[in-house]
T-cell receptor
Framework: DAGVIQSPRHEVTEMGQEVTLRCKPI?????LFWYRQTMMRGLELLIY????????DSGMPEDRFSAKMPNASFSTLKIQPSEPRDSAVYFC????????????FGNGTRLTVT | TQLLEQSPQFLSIQEGENLTVYCNSS?????LQWYRQEPGEGPVLLVT?????EVKKLKRLTFQFGDARKDSSLHITAAQPGDTGLYLC??????????????FGQGTILTVHP
């Protein structure tokens, strides 16, 4: 099992540019989560999907953030336009079902917006 | 919004000492999970506790879920340098859109000196 795969591992971009983060969940897992981690705010849930359908996006900070899951094996998180305060480590996680299941995290994308 | 307060935020101890990390909330959780995160990686699950009063042991680590399912603790006996890392507690939600959500505490950064 390859685990949750995220790309890129690092992204440096200038303010105003579009950023797309990618995630491949573990095969057979039907829930997918996007988290953001910063020193100040810890791990924050941005959005989660179940069976490719967004269930709760209340953590998405602004309209500049959008997430899609076109199929069971791929999800994207897009920021357009990016701002310096978006700098953080973004994690994708998947789980086999919704109730009390452990999350399997990817190794994250470290985003720096200058 | 369910909040989890973790304490202490930082812990620096010598090899062989014992320590306890606390995770507290005013909310009831369906489960409590503990994760460990190392630099440059995503969090990895240590244990899940589901029943109020439940105690689980993982070698030198002991996890307890409070009777009211609002708090939890992690106790490490005879800490070793390999225990160094960020420890995160996470509470599971109940019905509606909270069904599959995990709320994370801010984390405890543990450093064990040889």
């Amino acid at each position: 099992d390859a685990g949750v795969i995220q790309s890129p591992r690092h992204e440096v971009t200038e303010m105003g540019q579009e950023v797309t983060l990618r995630c491949k969940p573990i095969s057979g897992h039907n829930s997918l989560f996007w988290y953001r981690q910063t020193m100040m705010r810890g791990l924050e849930l941005l959005i989660y999907f179940n069976n490719n359908v967004p269930i709760d996006d209340s953590g998405m900070p602004e309209d500049r953030f959008s997430a899609k899951m076109p199929n069971a094996s791929f999800s994207t998180l897009k920021i357009q336009p990016s701002e310096p305060r978006d700098s953080a480590v973004y994690f994708c996680a998947s789980s086999p079902d919704r109730y009390n299941s452990p999350l399997h995290f990817g190794n994250g994308t470290r985003l720096t917006v200058t | 919004t369910q909040l989890l307060e973790q304490s202490p935020q930082f812990l620096s101890i010598q090899e062989g000492e014992n320590l306890t990390v606390y995770c507290n909330s005013s909310s009831v959780f369906s489960s409590l999970q503990w994760y460990r995160q190392e630099p440059g990686e995503g969090p990895v699950l240590l244990v899940t506790v589901v029943t109020g009063g439940e105690v689980k042991k993982l070698k030198r680590l002991t996890f307890q879920f409070g009777d009211a399912r609002k708090d939890s603790s992690l106790h490490i006996t005879a800490a070793q340098p390999g225990d160094t890392g960020l420890y995160l507690c996470a509470g599971g939600g109940f019905g509606g859109t909270s069904y599959g959500k995990l709320t994370f505490g801010q984390g405890t950064i543990l450093t064990v000196h040889p």
